[in-house]
């Protein structure tokens, strides 16, 4: 189990502010009643635990547009380019090194992503 300290449970909280205030607009903007489920992507590099995540959402969307919505993790796997010989590979435990060449250049080009995807609403 992962405990993130103060620093980053303030960094945890100000992500649900943000996801339940684009929630928010987007029921303002289509007119919605009642929102359903949230559909968000947390890549595995995004800094970002999904299961805090959770949790500290169904705190926070007590008394708000979100308060009947279900959230939904979707993670994403981290996936980067070597740019010595362009191979994209799947990162496992934090191992850059591609598999095709040994080269240690690789950059990330999955993974960092922490967005809404998805609301459903009624
Ligand atoms: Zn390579």
Redesign the pocket.
Known sequence: MFFPDKADTMHEYSIIQSLIATCARVAREHDVKKIVKVHITVGRMSGVDPHFLETSYRFFREETVCQHAEIVVKTEETEAM?Q????IFAVRNFCFN?P????QKARVTKGKTLQVTHIEAE
């Open positions: 070597c010595d010989c362009r191979k591609c095709e060449c040994g080269s």
